[in-house]
Protein backbone atom coordinates (compact mmCIF):
# COMPACT_ATOMS: atom_id res chain seq x y z
CA UNK A 1 0.00 0.00 0.00
CA UNK A 2 1.40 3.89 -0.71
CA UNK A 3 3.71 5.08 2.19
CA UNK A 4 2.06 7.92 2.82
CA UNK A 5 -0.85 6.52 4.89
CA UNK A 6 -0.43 7.92 7.92
CA UNK A 7 -0.08 11.03 6.50
CA UNK A 8 -3.45 11.17 4.48
CA UNK A 9 -5.42 10.81 7.55
CA UNK A 10 -3.68 13.47 9.83
CA UNK A 11 -4.59 17.25 9.48
CA UNK A 12 -1.47 18.00 7.66
CA UNK A 13 -2.57 16.29 3.61
CA UNK A 14 -1.08 19.04 2.10
CA UNK A 15 2.75 17.04 3.61
CA UNK A 16 2.01 14.46 1.12
CA UNK A 17 2.12 16.62 -1.68
CA UNK A 18 5.31 17.67 -3.21
CA UNK A 19 6.89 20.37 -2.06
CA UNK A 20 6.32 23.39 -4.71
CA UNK A 21 2.48 22.51 -5.36
CA UNK A 22 2.62 22.33 -1.01
CA UNK A 23 3.85 25.92 -1.48
CA UNK A 24 1.96 27.18 -4.33
CA UNK A 25 -1.33 26.01 -2.23
CA UNK A 26 -0.35 27.84 0.43
CA UNK A 27 0.41 30.36 -1.06
CA UNK A 28 -2.16 31.18 -4.00
CA UNK A 29 -5.00 29.23 -3.18
CA UNK A 30 -5.76 28.75 1.03
CA UNK A 31 -3.63 28.68 4.16
CA UNK A 32 -6.04 26.71 5.77
CA UNK A 33 -7.94 24.95 3.34
CA UNK A 34 -9.72 23.09 6.31
CA UNK A 35 -11.52 27.13 7.34
CA UNK A 36 -11.95 28.27 4.20
CA UNK A 37 -15.69 29.57 3.61
CA UNK A 38 -17.24 28.01 0.65
CA UNK A 39 -21.28 26.70 0.75
CA UNK A 40 -20.60 23.41 -0.72
CA UNK A 41 -18.15 21.29 -2.30
CA UNK A 42 -18.29 22.83 -5.50
CA UNK A 43 -18.08 25.95 -4.28
CA UNK A 44 -14.89 25.59 -2.51
CA UNK A 45 -13.42 23.60 -5.56
CA UNK A 46 -14.51 27.06 -7.83
CA UNK A 47 -13.37 29.57 -4.79
CA UNK A 48 -9.64 27.65 -5.02
CA UNK A 49 -9.38 27.06 -8.48
CA UNK A 50 -9.93 30.71 -9.08
CA UNK A 51 -7.60 31.52 -6.43
CA UNK A 52 -5.09 29.79 -7.98
CA UNK A 53 -5.55 31.43 -11.47
CA UNK A 54 -6.09 34.62 -10.46
CA UNK A 55 -2.93 34.72 -7.69
CA UNK A 56 -0.50 32.63 -9.01
CA UNK A 57 2.07 33.94 -11.62
CA UNK A 58 1.22 33.29 -15.17
CA UNK A 59 4.91 32.15 -16.13
CA UNK A 60 4.79 29.67 -13.44
CA UNK A 61 1.15 28.30 -14.24
CA UNK A 62 2.63 24.89 -16.12
CA UNK A 63 -0.05 22.22 -17.38
CA UNK A 64 2.25 20.12 -14.47
CA UNK A 65 1.46 22.13 -12.01
CA UNK A 66 -1.75 23.33 -12.98
CA UNK A 67 -2.95 18.98 -12.30
CA UNK A 68 -1.07 19.09 -9.31
CA UNK A 69 -2.97 21.77 -7.52
CA UNK A 70 -6.03 20.89 -9.08
CA UNK A 71 -5.57 16.98 -7.60
CA UNK A 72 -4.70 18.63 -4.21
CA UNK A 73 -7.54 20.45 -4.14
CA UNK A 74 -10.23 17.86 -4.82
CA UNK A 75 -8.14 15.91 -2.07
CA UNK A 76 -8.67 18.69 0.47
CA UNK A 77 -12.46 18.91 -0.21
CA UNK A 78 -12.60 15.09 0.06
CA UNK A 79 -10.77 15.43 3.43
CA UNK A 80 -13.13 18.38 4.36
CA UNK A 81 -16.07 16.68 4.03
CA UNK A 82 -14.61 13.41 5.98
CA UNK A 83 -14.78 10.63 3.15
CA UNK A 84 -11.63 8.53 4.63
CA UNK A 85 -9.20 6.98 4.87
CA UNK A 86 -8.41 8.07 1.01
CA UNK A 87 -5.23 7.62 -1.18
CA UNK A 88 -3.01 9.60 -3.05
CA UNK A 89 -1.55 8.33 -6.50
CA UNK A 90 -2.64 4.95 -5.60
CA UNK A 91 -1.35 1.56 -6.84
CA UNK A 92 -3.98 -1.45 -6.42
CA UNK A 93 -3.11 -4.97 -5.90
CA UNK A 94 -3.30 -7.52 -9.26
CA UNK A 95 -3.88 -3.79 -11.40
CA UNK A 96 -0.30 -3.19 -12.72
CA UNK A 97 0.96 -0.07 -14.16
CA UNK A 98 -1.76 1.79 -12.92
CA UNK A 99 -1.81 4.65 -10.07
CA UNK A 100 -4.79 6.16 -9.48
CA UNK A 101 -5.01 9.81 -8.44
CA UNK A 102 -6.99 9.26 -5.53
CA UNK A 103 -8.57 5.61 -4.32
CA UNK A 104 -10.77 4.96 -1.63
CA UNK A 105 -12.23 1.20 -0.48
CA UNK A 106 -15.50 0.41 0.42
CA UNK A 107 -16.05 -1.59 3.51
CA UNK A 108 -19.28 -3.65 2.93
CA UNK A 109 -18.35 -3.95 -1.03
CA UNK A 110 -14.95 -4.70 -0.55
CA UNK A 111 -14.36 -3.36 -3.35
CA UNK A 112 -11.99 -0.11 -4.19
CA UNK A 113 -13.40 3.21 -5.51
CA UNK A 114 -10.85 5.06 -8.39
CA UNK A 115 -10.86 8.40 -8.94
CA UNK A 116 -8.88 10.09 -12.20
CA UNK A 117 -8.46 14.03 -11.98
CA UNK A 118 -7.68 15.69 -14.97
CA UNK A 119 -7.63 19.66 -15.82
CA UNK A 120 -7.55 19.03 -19.47
CA UNK A 121 -9.32 15.88 -21.11
CA UNK A 122 -8.86 16.05 -24.83
CA UNK A 123 -7.68 12.19 -25.50
CA UNK A 124 -6.28 11.89 -21.81
CA UNK A 125 -10.09 10.55 -21.00
CA UNK A 126 -9.17 7.75 -23.10
CA UNK A 127 -6.26 6.43 -20.57
CA UNK A 128 -8.65 6.77 -17.76
CA UNK A 129 -10.79 4.69 -19.03
CA UNK A 130 -8.21 2.17 -19.87
CA UNK A 131 -7.33 2.42 -16.05
CA UNK A 132 -10.59 1.62 -15.08
CA UNK A 133 -11.62 -0.96 -17.25
CA UNK A 134 -8.27 -2.73 -15.54
CA UNK A 135 -9.47 -2.10 -12.33
CA UNK A 136 -13.17 -3.88 -12.74
CA UNK A 137 -11.77 -6.93 -14.61
CA UNK A 138 -9.93 -7.50 -10.92
CA UNK A 139 -12.58 -6.11 -8.92
CA UNK A 140 -16.02 -6.36 -10.23
CA UNK A 141 -17.80 -3.82 -8.15
CA UNK A 142 -15.48 -1.20 -8.25
CA UNK A 143 -16.63 2.24 -9.29
CA UNK A 144 -14.43 4.90 -11.21
CA UNK A 145 -14.66 8.66 -11.45
CA UNK A 146 -13.28 10.81 -14.04
CA UNK A 147 -13.10 14.63 -12.27
CA UNK A 148 -12.56 17.32 -14.43
CA UNK A 149 -13.25 21.02 -14.76
CA UNK A 150 -16.95 22.31 -17.06
CA UNK A 151 -15.92 22.83 -20.33
CA UNK A 152 -16.39 21.73 -24.25
CA UNK A 153 -14.06 18.97 -22.84
CA UNK A 154 -16.21 17.79 -20.43
CA UNK A 155 -19.19 18.01 -22.58
CA UNK A 156 -17.88 15.96 -25.05
CA UNK A 157 -16.54 13.06 -22.97
CA UNK A 158 -19.73 12.84 -20.50
CA UNK A 159 -21.80 12.59 -24.13
CA UNK A 160 -19.11 9.67 -24.96
CA UNK A 161 -20.36 7.97 -21.99
CA UNK A 162 -24.35 8.67 -22.52
CA UNK A 163 -23.25 7.01 -25.75
CA UNK A 164 -21.59 3.79 -24.16
CA UNK A 165 -18.18 4.36 -25.85
CA UNK A 166 -16.44 4.28 -22.31
CA UNK A 167 -16.39 0.88 -21.07
CA UNK A 168 -14.86 0.98 -17.62
CA UNK A 169 -15.83 4.97 -16.12
CA UNK A 170 -18.77 5.20 -14.31
CA UNK A 171 -19.04 8.87 -14.08
CA UNK A 172 -17.50 12.21 -15.81
CA UNK A 173 -17.83 14.82 -13.15
CA UNK A 174 -17.29 19.07 -13.67
CA UNK A 175 -15.74 19.30 -10.14
CA UNK A 176 -17.04 23.27 -10.28
CA UNK A 177 -20.40 22.42 -10.69
CA UNK A 178 -23.58 21.14 -8.31
CA UNK A 179 -23.23 17.60 -9.89
CA UNK A 180 -20.28 17.07 -8.07
CA UNK A 181 -22.25 18.13 -5.19
CA UNK A 182 -24.73 14.80 -5.33
CA UNK A 183 -20.96 12.80 -5.61
CA UNK A 184 -20.00 14.05 -2.35
CA UNK A 185 -23.27 13.50 -0.74
CA UNK A 186 -22.97 9.52 -2.05
CA UNK A 187 -19.15 9.55 -1.55
CA UNK A 188 -20.50 10.18 2.15
CA UNK A 189 -22.82 7.77 2.16
CA UNK A 190 -20.22 4.90 2.15
CA UNK A 191 -17.92 3.78 4.78
CA UNK A 192 -14.55 3.50 3.74
CA UNK A 193 -11.76 1.33 5.34
CA UNK A 194 -8.41 0.99 5.13
CA UNK A 195 -8.07 -2.41 3.15
CA UNK A 196 -5.91 -5.63 5.04
CA UNK A 197 -2.87 -6.87 3.04
CA UNK A 198 -3.54 -9.59 0.77
CA UNK A 199 -1.23 -12.42 0.52
CA UNK A 200 -0.04 -12.92 -3.21
CA UNK A 201 -0.72 -16.63 -2.66
CA UNK A 202 -2.40 -18.82 -0.18
CA UNK A 203 -2.88 -22.63 0.51
CA UNK A 204 -0.55 -25.32 2.53
CA UNK A 205 3.23 -24.45 1.55
CA UNK A 206 5.50 -27.61 0.50
CA UNK A 207 9.27 -26.88 0.36
CA UNK A 208 12.45 -28.69 0.39
CA UNK A 209 13.56 -29.68 3.70
CA UNK A 210 16.93 -28.06 4.93
Known sequence: MPKTRDVLLSSHILKSR???????????????????????????????????????PKPEQTQSLNGKVFETIIAT??????????????????????????????????????????????????QADLEAVALKYVHRNSENYLISLQSGETDSVKKKLGQGDLLGINRVI??????????????????????????????????VKK
Open 18 to 56: NNITYKVFKTYVSSDFETLAAASPHEYVKTCWDNYKSNC
Open 77 to 126: CLYREKILPMFLQAQITFVPNVSFDIALFKEEQRSPIGISIKTSLRERYK
Open 174 to 207: AADMPEFDEVINYLKSIKFTDPESVPIITGTLVT
